[in-house]
C-alpha cells in the first residue's frame, strides 16, 4: 500500500508557487537570481563626495574631510558672499586691478572701466571660470582683506569646518584649501538660495550682446558633463597645478537630482561621470 501512495504522488501534477498564495494575498514571483549592484568606481582622485539632494543621504565618499586646494570651485564661495549684497540687476565697473591676474588666468575677457551687471558677471564666473569676474564681484562689495575675512565667515557659517580662504579666485596658496564635503555644502546653499544663478551653469555657451556700457561677450562652459553626461545641470570646474582637476558636479534623472564633488582627479569628468551613474544607480 505505502508503495502505491507513493507512486502516486510522484504522478501528481506539481502545483506552481504562484498559486499556493492564500486567497486574497497577492503572490511574490519566485526570484531565480538578483543582478548585483553597482559597484562604487574606483578613483584616482584625492577626494569625493556623491550626494541626493533629495534627501541630503550621502551615497558615496573618498577622504570627504581631506584638506586639499580648491582651485576655482572657490568661486561658489566667492558668489555667496557677493550675492548677499549685490542685486542681479546692478552695474559694476570693472576695476583695473584684472590686470594684475596672472597670465594664464582664465578669464571672461573683462576690459577695465567696462560696466556689466552682476548677472553677466556671474555668467562670466560660472561658465568661464572667469578670475577676472570674481575679482570684479568681490571688490565691488569691498576691499580684498574684508571680503575674504567675509568668505571665511560665510565657510563658517555654513559648518565649512575644513575650509579656509585666503583669495576669492582659487589661486594655489598653502592656507588656501576646503574640502569635498565642505564644497558640497556650499553648493547645496548656492542651490537652495540663488537656484537661478546655479541654473546658469547649466548653458554650454551664450553671448552677452553688446551694449552701451560693455562689448559683447561669447562665453563657453568649461564644464565638459553639460554636453556630454545625460542630465547634466552643473555646476563649477576648477584646475590648478596644486589642485588638479576639481568639479562640483549636479544632474538630474527621472525627478532624482545628484551633486557630485571631485577634488584632485586627473580624469576629472570621467570620475564625476562615474559617480553620478552611481548615485543614479542607487549607490550603496
Known amino acids: 500500500m505505502t508503495i502505491w501512495l507513493l507512486l502516486l504522488a510522484l504522478l501528481m501534477p506539481v502545483t506552481p ?17 538578483e543582478l ?3 559597484a562604487a568606481p574606483v578613483l584616482k ?8 539632494l533629495d534627501t541630503g543621504t550621502t551615497l558615496f565618499q573618498l577622504d570627504p574631510h581631506g584638506r586639499h586646494a580648491p582651485a576655482s570651485l572657490t568661486k561658489v564661495v566667492t558668489a555667496l558672499v557677493a550675492l548677499d549684497d549685490l542685486r542681479l540687476d546692478q552695474l559694476i565697473t570693472v576695476p583695473a586691478s584684472i590686470n594684475q591676474l596672472p597670465w594664464d588666468s582664465t578669464r571672461m575677457g573683462l576690459r577695465v572701466g567696462e560696466r556689466l551687471t552682476v548677472r553677466e558677471l556671474l555668467f562670466g564666473l560660472f561658465l568661464n571660470s572667469g578670475n577676472d569676474a570674481a575679482i570684479t564681484l568681490s571688490e565691488a562689495v569691498m576691499p580684498r582683506p574684508a571680503f575674504m575675512a567675509r568668505m571665511n565667515a560665510k565657510a563658517a557659517a555654513l559648518g565649512m569646518a575644513d575650509t579656509h580662504f585666503v583669495n576669492p579666485i582659487g589661486l594655489d596658496d598653502p592656507a588656501h584649501y576646503s574640502s569635498a564635503a565642505d564644497l558640497a555644502r556650499a553648493a547645496v546653499e548656492l542651490t537652495r538660495r540663488f537656484p537661478t544663478v546655479a ?11 553688446a551694449t552701451s556700457t560693455h562689448h559683447a561677450y561669447a562665453l563657453y562652459n568649461l564644464n565638459d558633463l ?12 576648477g584646475w590648478t597645478g596644486r589642485a588638479g582637476g576639481c568639479l562640483i558636479a549636479t544632474a538630474t534623472r527621472e525627478g532624482q537630482h545628484l551633486l557630485v564633488v571631485v577634488m584632485g582627479s586627473p580624469r576629472v569628468f570621467e570620475e564625476a561621470a562615474a559617480l553620478l551613474d552611481y548615485g543614479f544607480a542607487g549607490g550603496v
Not at 582622485?45 to 541626493?52: C, E, F, L, N, Y
Not at 541654473?199 to 550682446?209: C, F, H, K, Q
Not at 553639460?226 to 570646474?237: E, F, H
Open 17 to 33: 508557487e504562484s498559486q499556493l498564495a492564500p486567497t486574497g494575498v497577492a503572490s511574490r514571483p519566485v526570484v531565480l537570481y
Open 36 to 38: 548585483a549592484p553597482t
Open 45 to 52: 582622485a584625492r577626494s569625493a563626495i556623491v550626494m541626493d
Open 199 to 209: 541654473a546658469m551653469a547649466s548653458i554650454a555657451s551664450l553671448t552677452l550682446p
Open 226 to 237: 553639460v554636453r556630454k553626461y545625460p542630465g547634466a545641470t552643473g555646476l563649477k570646474t
